[in-house]
């Protein structure tokens, strides 16, 4: 069975830096195509992509965000953390994360969580 | 930052057939990309609905069906019911090396 889910604060500050932890099972990052990708979506708003890291380690990273993103994984404790600096009101979202497979896009998604950037 | 288009809303009456249509461009479903959809039913998590233009995961009705010509792609629903309504959204790989994912179409069963 297939799992994915998101930690970390529910509420920052602006200009802080948010982190946030995607525990996985059920599969390895350590497979061949596997990746696994975070995405967030505004309240009443679209879902926007922010990135992937695979099992290779190579990351890709939405140019958007790619001056305040950074994707790392810990293969051995089953962990993807996302780190965001200098947070905005703007990134106010529910953020997922979901595995990529070479069969399969983002075909399991974690429960999702919701981070308030407010003062 | 979306970069596929979505028509914002579509409505049918149950029963009825019904398109969502996904306009990219020459770097990514016209550049040979697969489009997938994702249906998000009000307050839960997106879920695959469609993969590699026209493929079904399991579990999923053959209600529904996905086409790609060009720089657009299209999921429809035929025999339209109450449970799908919905948001869906196409997604598909640009060759700029990222993932993109369209504006989104709620669906309204009249």
């Known amino acids: 069975q297939i799992t994915l889910k998101e930690s970390g604060p529910t509420l920052v500050k602006p200009t802080q830096t948010l982190t946030l932890t995607c525990t996985f099972s059920?599969?390895?990052?350590?497979?061949?195509?596997?990746?696994v990708v975070w995405i967030r979506q505004p309240p009443g708003r679209a879902l926007e992509w922010l990135g992937i890291?695979?099992?290779?380690?190579?990351?890709r990273y939405s140019p958007s965000l790619k001056s305040r993103l950074t994707i790392t994984k810990d293969t051995s404790k089953n962990q993807v953390v996302l780190t965001l600096t200098n947070m905005d009101p703007v990134d106010t979202a529910t953020y997922y994360c979901?595995?990529?497979?070479?069969?399969?896009?983002?075909?399991?998604w974690g429960q999702g969580t919701l981070v308030t950037v407010s003062s | 930052q979306s970069v596929l288009t979505q028509p914002p809303s579509v409505s049918g009456a149950p029963g009825q057939r019904v398109t969502i249509s996904c306009t990219g461009s020459?770097?990514?479903?016209?550049?040979?990309?697969?489009v997938h959809w994702y249906r998000q039913l009000p307050g839960t998590v997106p879920r695959l609905l469609m993969y590699?233009?026209?493929k079904r995961p399991s579990g999923v009705p053959d209600r529904f069906s996905g086409s790609k010509s060009g720089t657009s792609a299209s999921l429809a629903i035929t025999g339209l019911q109450a449970e799908d309504e919905a948001d869906y959204y196409c997604?598909?790989?640009?060759?700029?090396?990222?993932?993109?994912f369209g504006t989104g179409t709620k669906v309204t069963v009249l």
């Open positions: 979901a595995r990529r497979s070479r069969e399969y896009p983002f075909d399991y």
């Open positions: 059920g599969f390895s990052l350590s497979t061949s195509g596997v990746g």
């Open positions: 890291i695979y099992w290779n380690d190579d990351k």
């Open positions: 020459s770097s990514n479903i016209g550049a040979g990309y697969d």
């Open positions: 590699g233009n026209t």
């Open positions: 997604q598909s790989y640009d060759s700029s090396l990222i993932y993109v």
